[in-house]
Antibody, heavy 120, light 109 residues
Framework: QVQLQESGPGLVKPSETLSLTCSVSGDSMSGNSYYWGWIRQPPGKGLEWIGTMFRTGNTYYNPSLKSRVTTSVDTSKKQLSLKLTSVTATDTAVYYC????????????WGQGLLVTVSS | EIVLTQSPGTLSLSPGERATLSCRASQSVSSNYFAWYQQKPGQAPRLLIDGASGRATGIPDRFSGSGSGTDFTLTISRLEPEDFAMYYCQQYGSSPPWTFGQGTKVEIK
């Protein structure tokens, strides 16, 4: 079955860009209808949807983050990427990548999550 | 944006008891595009219910979902020790953003 693993720096300075990668195993990523998403969870708080993307490049972002977010899918490398610019302390969170069977379907497989702290 | 409000915030129950968790949406959720997740400390969320009432793969039948429109319910018929956790609802039916509720904690009484 599919497995996802987030990676990237655990500490980012304010005003800089947060860049994360999600490696996907156990799934071809191409030739199917899966969508791939990013979700975050501030420490001790609830879940916030960041964005969802398809392998062809179609992307859907949370309007509250849209001006600062870029996501992409590289099916040849079996990787997803997330970039969040101009970060502040409020962007401190556990960041998850996840798979969805369709655009309007929930996330059925999740990575273990990566804590990213924004601090100088 | 559809706001999801879960109640209660915390549910204190004993193993073997029935748990009823509610989630109310600020506007109707189209086509029952609604899910429930379970999250334990230090773990990623786990999908329990899809399409408001369909159990995800491998989910025990003590978990059931119901509801439509703006009111949805997750019921755990008999709590097992491993069921004590946080539970989140999610809608993914309207235009983005897909949104989550703030969570209900099911704790041991």
């Amino acid at each position: 079955q599919v497995q996802l693993q987030e990676s990237g720096p655990g500490l980012v300075k304010p005003s800089e860009t947060l860049s994360l990668t999600c490696s996907v195993s156990g799934d071809s990523m191409s030739g199917n209808s899966y969508y791939w998403g990013w979700i975050r969870q501030p420490p001790g708080k609830g879940l916030e949807w960041i964005g969802t993307m398809f392998r062809t490049g179609n992307t859907y972002y949370n309007p509250s983050l849209k001006s600062r977010v870029t996501t992409s899918v590289d099916t040849s490398k079996k990787q997803l990427s997330l970039k969040l610019t101009s970060v502040t302390a409020t962007d401190t969170a556990v960041y998850y990548c996840a798979r969805s069977p369709g655009l309007r379907r929930p996330f059925d497989f999740w990575g273990q999550g990566l804590l990213v702290t924004v601090s100088s | 944006e559809i706001v999801l409000t879960q109640s209660p915030g915390t549910l204190s129950l004993s193993p073997g008891e029935r748990a009823t968790l509610s989630c109310r949406a600020s506007q109707s959720v189209s086509s029952n595009y609604f899910a429930w997740y379970q999250q334990k400390p230090g773990q990623a969320p786990r999908l329990l219910i899809d399409g408001a009432s369909g159990r995800a793969t491998g989910i025990p039948d003590r978990f059931s979902g119901s509801g439509s429109g703006t009111d949805f319910t997750l019921t755990i018929s008999r709590l097992e020790p491993e069921d004590f956790a946080m539970y989140y609802c999610q809608q993914y039916g309207s235009s983005p953003p897909w949104t989550f509720g703030q969570g209900t904690k099911v704790e041991i009484k």
